[in-house]
């Protein structure tokens, strides 16, 4: 309203004030379309416009994070009490295994980055913590490769630096990014053109209703009516149109005009614009951006999947194991020279929406007469009986 009362003011000052003008100097006051203004495409800014202000974004987030993390890792071809699966069990005082995971995959899918560090007594790994990317700085070396991380915290800068030999203190997972070298593009900045729509969509109801739930119009003045209106009419104008006629406990109020002045409703309204639409298509390619089914997060106009079901199995197969697996296989290399090679691998039959493949699996491998006993266990990924 500030906008559209200045804008009538100046169209008001430049007509005289003393004689009338013709019927066809009638002006008109309205607001016109802007220029968009995109979020700045970096982490912090796409976790405060995304993940903490952003439904979708944060549901999905949490559902990867949460899926992904509840998802055991299992150490193949090693003894019961291993000292890596201790560490992965309980990698800080502060963490559970799962807890630290879902930080870690809760920071790929905000930031594209996740780093991890080693705390090494004599040489043996005793924790790991997840540091915040928005802190953590890679420092490419000579060849382009990185050297060295700076961690940023308290005004104060720790570098990491790689080594030639050994473990590395720092374990860097990156999600792929076609056009940088060391850092990872997040699904955030794939999908922010449907962020910023979708949280445009938002502001905008919620300006509907803070501005009685329709849309504004347009104030105007017919300078053939009378004269142009002076300083101190124009303040109470303003003043009187800011505290009786804006906000939602002001709706439906008539509106009192004088002076020439007429209130000319726009046609415009949410459904010509079609925002819902716009808004839910918003949420639907951040949900693809995540790889989460929109199923999953309650999104209308998705028929991609029969049932909820259905939408869950394709979520852990198409977007959580591949996580997990890569995950994984990061971990395992990165404490080999502690531990010695290692392989760890996501247990499967711990996932209860692949429940139902399993018991198809068992029931097709249990009617197999060619196979023999070992063979059938191997086939449902158990070993052969000792």
């Not at 559902?63 to 509840?70: C, H, M, N, P, S």
């Not at 697996?325 to 990165?334: D, N, P, V």
């Not at 023999?372 to 449902?380: L, P, T």
Request: net charge neutral.
């Amino acid at each position: 309203m500030p906008n559209l009362l200045t804008r009538l003011t100046r169209a008001i000052a430049r007509a005289p004030a003393t004689k009338a003008a013709p019927l066809s100097a009638t002006r008109v006051a309205f607001y016109g379309e802007g220029r968009a203004a995109w979020t700045p495409r970096d982490g912090g800014a796409l976790a405060r416009e995304g993940f903490q202000r952003n439904a979708v974004v944060h549901r999905a987030v949490r559902l990867v994070a949460e899926a992904a993390a509840a998802v055991p890792l299992s150490l193949t071809d090693a003894a019961a009490g291993h000292p890596l699966t201790a560490l992965l069990d309980r990698p800080n005082p502060r963490e559970g295994g799962a807890r630290l995971r879902e930080t870690l995959y809760g920071h790929l899918m905000v930031s594209g980055n996740a780093y991890l560090e080693c705390v090494a007594l004599d040489g043996v790994p005793r924790e790991l913590h997840a540091l915040r990317p928005d802190r953590m700085r890679v420092v490419p070396g000579p060849d382009g490769w990185p050297a060295a991380y700076d961690y940023t915290v308290g005004g104060r800068v720790l570098r990491y630096h790689r080594g030639d030999e050994g473990m590395s203190p720092i374990l860097h997972l990156t999600l792929f990014h076609p056009t940088d070298d060391h850092y990872g593009l997040s699904p955030m900045e794939a999908a922010a053109v449907a962020l910023d729509i979708h949280n445009a969509a938002g502001a905008w109801n919620k300006a509907l209703l803070d501005n009685a739930a329709r849309p504004s119009g347009a104030l105007v003045f017919a300078a053939a009516a009378g004269n142009g209106l002076s300083d101190t009419q124009f303040t109470r104008l303003k003043g009187e149109l800011e505290t009786n006629y804006q906000g939602a406990g002001n709706a439906g109020r008539p509106l009192l005009l004088e002076g020439g002045l007429d209130w000319k409703p726009l046609s415009l309204s949410p459904k010509d614009m079609d925002f819902v639409e716009a808004k839910n298509g918003a949420a639907r390619e951040i949900a693809l951006a995540f790889g989460v089914p929109p199923l999953l997060l309650g999104l209308p106009g998705d028929n991609t999947h029969a049932n909820y079901a259905e939408a869950n199995r394709a979520f852990y197969r198409q977007t959580v194991i591949p996580l997990v697996r890569r995950t994984a296989e990061s971990l395992a290399q990165w404490l080999e020279p502690a531990f010695g090679p290692a392989r760890l691998e996501p247990d499967l039959d711990a996932i209860e929406a692949l429940a139902p493949e399993r018991e198809s699996l068992w029931r097709r491998v249990q009617g197999a007469d060619f196979l023999s006993e070992d063979e059938k266990r191997e086939a449902v990924g158990y070993g052969a009986r000792g």
